[in-house]
Antibody, heavy 121, light 110 residues
Framework: QVQLVQSGAEVKKPGASVKVSCMAS????????INWVRQATGHGLEWMGW????????GYAQKFQGRVTFTRDTSINTAYMELSSLRSDDTAVYYC??????????????WGQGALVTVSS | SYVLTQPPAVSVAPGETARISCGGN??????VSWSRQKPGQAPVLVIH???DRPPGIPERFSGSNSGNTATLTISRVEAGDEADYFC?????????????FGGGTKVNVL
């Protein structure tokens, strides 16, 4: 069955970077987009961007451009999200989610379990 | 940028019908999906393409989309339906196209 398994919780200091992994099982990572979504405690979902794991093409939400990078290693069916220049308001649970449906009918059919990133001095 | 507006909370008695709205400018021209999120868990897709249910989602969940409002309807509500529900679309109208989420609606089962 399809699963997205993410790396564990991280604690980082302000100004540092964090890299979260998302390993796909039950299908080939290169078949569908991987998106990254974050959620601060008690808040809604915030979309960060997408990656086509086959081509490596990416699209980032304007808010995160210049600070976030999506990569992948197809040999181990794993996608990565790296966020730099961390601030306290980056403290959130970071989810990877599989994107389906094509550009205008986009939806997320599977989600990872989430990875808590805490930014604190 | 495109904005999706959801009521913060909806309360419903067991066995009754819950309707959750998602308002957006001409949202009827977009494809809407809905996800359910229980505390401490990842979201789960319950509706995509406005009204399609993924495998494993009960027929009690249905969706509609027209004009400026999309609606998720949960019939014969059960205690296990208590959760946050988010709507989502792809917005291609701005300079930075991408996914937009509604703020979420907490369904309280009385």
């Amino acid at each position: 069955q399809v699963q997205l398994v993410q790396s564990g919780a991280e604690v980082k200091k302000p100004g540092a970077s964090v890299k979260v992994s998302c390993m796909a099982s039950g299908y080939s990572l290169t078949t569908y987009d991987i998106n990254w979504v974050r959620q601060a405690t008690g808040h809604g979902l915030e979309w960060m961007g997408w990656m086509n794991p086959n081509s490596g093409n990416t699209g980032y939400a304007q808010k995160f451009q210049g600070r976030v990078t999506f990569t992948r290693d197809t040999s181990i069916n794993t996608a990565y999200m790296e966020l730099s220049s961390l601030r306290s308001d980056d403290t959130a649970v970071y989810y990877c989610a599989r994107g389906r449906g094509g550009t205008y009918r986009y939806y997320f059919d599977y989600w990872g379990q989430g990875a808590l990133v805490t930014v604190s001095s | 940028s495109y904005v999706l507006t959801q009521p913060p909370a909806v309360s419903v008695a067991p066995g009754e019908t819950a309707r959750i709205s998602c308002g957006g400018n001409n949202i009827g021209s977009k494809s809407v999906s809905w996800s359910r999120q229980k505390p401490g868990q990842a979201p789960v897709l319950v509706i995509h393409y406005d009204s399609d249910r993924p495998p494993g989602i009960p027929e009690r969940f249905s969706g509609s989309n027209s004009g400026n409002t999309a609606t998720l309807t949960i019939s014969r509500v059960e205690a296990g339906d208590e959760a946050d529900y988010f709507c989502q679309v792809w917005d291609s109208s701005s300079d930075n196209p991408g996914v937009v989420f509604g703020g979420g609606t907490k369904v309280n089962v009385l």
